[in-house]
Each structure stands twice: as structure tokens, then as C-alpha cells.
């Protein structure tokens, strides 16, 4: 069971809640955490670093979760969809299921010629290490899992972090990872959000500071070729209504202004702004569940596209990858 509404309880009072859920399946208990301040109450899994609940008020003071997901976390052992996830090592579609760094292949999981989201078994479905959870004036859970070399093919021992950290009616997310050997990473959070409690986004104002798509084929790997969106149906650069246009594509943000996104339900009067560090976002629209993503994120296919900006992270750098995701009502 989906649901994607719950209940703001004393949202003057600061607090964070942590309990574990003593679900032992798989030999490890599930563990919930929730912070809130006066305008959001986040919850979040320690599998998969999964953003379970988004609370704010609507125009009303309707308290209303603004992310798809699943009533029960136990249930988040089996999610398809990625719900809420942090998507690694690499988010978005890598082509003929290998990728070459210095000169060496990597082979990695596919199907059909296609990796995706990682992999077979990627962050999603990873145990994350609680390591801290602060109450105070910007509350925040922090969040860390090692990738050991070669897993899902990937070089490298890869220590991962993700912050959530409140401040006033913003969520910011915050990925961070250090490699001991030349790897690439490119991490995002796959939320699915949905501002009303109605069954479709059709009535959705979308807005995105995007002249550009990646073209992709039919697989939705990039072709290489970057499209105008001028006068086609992805062209959002004024607001308009989503209406029946369905969508999974990657955007190019063309960095003219601070927010990159910004979408709007009249019947909550909730807008969601996008604000990210990040040269892509994939924007994705499913059929089966009406609600929108926004993966804030590099270029898809980037490992094996030399004109697209390089995911490479190297010994002793560090990837930062922040993204704000703010909601007015």
C-alpha cells in the first residue's frame, strides 16, 4: 500500500524522534528516523537513506506528505521504483554495461545493454549507517555506507555520506563521497512528489531554467546530441500545465537563475522550488503513480561520452553534490 498523506503533531516544538522499528528481516532492523521543525516533518529509512515522509501544510493547514511511498518500511525491502531512494554508484543509465578508466574496462550489471541506478543491487537497497541525528536549530540526519571495491562492478572503496538538514521550509540534501582509487560517481535522491492528495499531475504548474534536453534513443541512454526545447513538449521554460505530457528526460539546467525548478498545485496552492549544484536534472513523470521526480544529478551515460561533463572523482577529491528542495504554500 502507497500513501501519501500523514499528520504534523506540535509543529512549533523542535524535535527529533528516532526509534527502531525491530523489523529483523534480512538480519537487520529497519531503522526510522524524524525530525521536524515548524514547517516540515522529514522521516527517513536507514535502508536505501530512503526519505519516507515529506510533511507541510497546505494553503488550508492541511498537513500533507509530499512524497509517495509505502505506509509500512518493511515494505521499502521490495521497491522497484526506487521510492525516495539515494540512487548509486551512478543514477541514471550507463550504456553497453561497461564503462573504461584508464584504459581498463569495467563491466557492470545490465540488461538489455543497459545499467541502471547502479545496478542490480545499488544504494536502494543498502543498509546505511546511522551517524547522527541533531535536534538542533536546523535539524538534520546524516547517514554514511561503504561501497567496497568492485561492487556492481565499480572500482574503487567508496565512502558515501547523505545529510537531510531542515532549514525553515527547505530540505536540503546533501551527498557526499571519497574514493581510495580512481572511480565515477554520480549520486541523486529519487523522491516522488506529489503535492495534492489527487490522483494525477495533469493540473500542475511546471516551470524549469532549461533550454536544452539530452537527446536520447529509444532506451533512453543519451545519443550524445543536446536538443532545443523551443517549441516542442519540453519546452517549460515559461510556467504551464503539465497536462497528459509524460515525461523521462534528462534536462540540461542552463544555471540563468537560482531555482532550476519549481512546480505548483493550485488545489494545495503548494509550490515546490529546486535549487542543486548538480548540471542535470531528470525529470520523470510514471504513468502508474501521479507524482513527479526530480533527479538533480550529472549527465546520464556520462563514463562513456567524453563531451559530457566528466563524473570521474579521483584519490583525494571529494564529490559534493547539494540540491534544495523548498516548498511554499
Known amino acids: 500500500m502507497v500513501y501519501n498523506c500523514c499528520y504534523l503533531k506540535d509543529d512549533s516544538i523542535i524535535k527529533v524522534l528516532q526509534k527502531s522499528l525491530n523489523l529483523f528481516i534480512n538480519f537487520s532492523a529497519l531503522i526510522q528516523n524524524t525530525i521536524k521543525n515548524n514547517k516540515i516533518e522529514l522521516t527517513v529509512l536507514d535502508f536505501g537513506a530512503i526519505i519516507q515522509k515529506i510533511i507541510v501544510k497546505d494553503k488550508n493547514g492541511n498537513p500533507t506528505n509530499m512524497v509517495v511511498g509505502f505506509e509500512?518500511?518493511?515494505?521499502y525491502l521490495d521497491n522497484p521504483m526506487f521510492l525516495g531512494a539515494c540512487i548509486g554508484r551512478y543514477a541514471g543509465r550507463i550504456s553497453k554495461g561497461e564503462f573504461t578508466l584508464d584504459k581498463k574496462i569495467y563491466p557492470i550489471q545490465e540488461e538489455k545493454g543497459v545499467h541502471l541506478h547502479g545496478g542490480s543491487a545499488g544504494f536502494n537497497k543498502k543498509y546505511f549507517k546511522v551517524d547522527e541525528v541533531n535536534h538542533g536549530g536546523n535539524p538534520?540526519?546524516?547517514?554514511?555506507?561503504?561501497?567496497?571495491?568492485?561492487?556492481?562492478?565499480?572500482?574503487?572503496?567508496?565512502?558515501v555520506s547523505v545529510t537531510y538538514t531542515l532549514e525553515d521550509n527547505a530540505l536540503i540534501v546533501t551527498h557526499e563521497a571519497t574514493t581510495d582509487q580512481k572511480t565515477v560517481v554520480n549520486l541523486t535522491n529519487h523522491s516522488y512528489f506529489k503535492l495534492d492528495n489527487t490522483a494525477e499531475i495533469n493540473h500542475y504548474d511546471l516551470q524549469l531554467d532549461c533550454t536544452k534536453i539530452l537527446d536520447t534513443y529509444d532506451n533512453l541512454i543519451p545519443t550524445g546530441k543536446l536538443t532545443?526545447?523551443?517549441?516542442?513538449k519540453y519546452d517549460f521554460l515559461e510556467n504551464k500545465k503539465i497536462n497528459t505530457t509524460r515525461l523521462d528526460t534528462p534536462f540540461v539546467i542552463d544555471k540563468r537563475k537560482e531555482i532550476c525548478a519549481s512546480v505548483h498545485s493550485a488545489i494545495s496552492g503548494i509550490t515546490l522550488e529546486v535549487t542543486t549544484n548538480q548540471a542535470a536534472v531528470v525529470i520523470y513523470t510514471p504513468e502508474t503513480t501521479g507524482s513527479i521526480c526530480f533527479e538533480t544529478q550529472?549527465?546520464?551515460?556520462?563514463?562513456?561520452?567524453p563531451n559530457f561533463p566528466s563524473s570521474v572523482l579521483n584519490k583525494g577529491e571529494?564529490?559534493?553534490?547539494?540540491?534544495?528542495?523548498?516548498?511554499?504554500?
Do not use: C, M, W
Not at 140 to 159: D, M, Q, R, V
Not at 228 to 232: G, I, N, P, S
Not at 298 to 305: K, L, S, W
Open 318 to 329: 571529494k564529490y559534493f553534490n547539494q540540491s534544495i528542495f523548498r516548498f511554499k504554500a
Open 140 to 159: 538534520f540526519i546524516k547517514l554514511s555506507y561503504i561501497s567496497e571495491h568492485l561492487e556492481e562492478g565499480y572500482p574503487g572503496t567508496l565512502k
Open 72 to 75: 509500512q518500511p518493511k515494505d
Open 298 to 305: 550529472n549527465y546520464p551515460d556520462a563514463p562513456n561520452q
Open 228 to 232: 532545443e526545447v523551443a517549441h516542442t
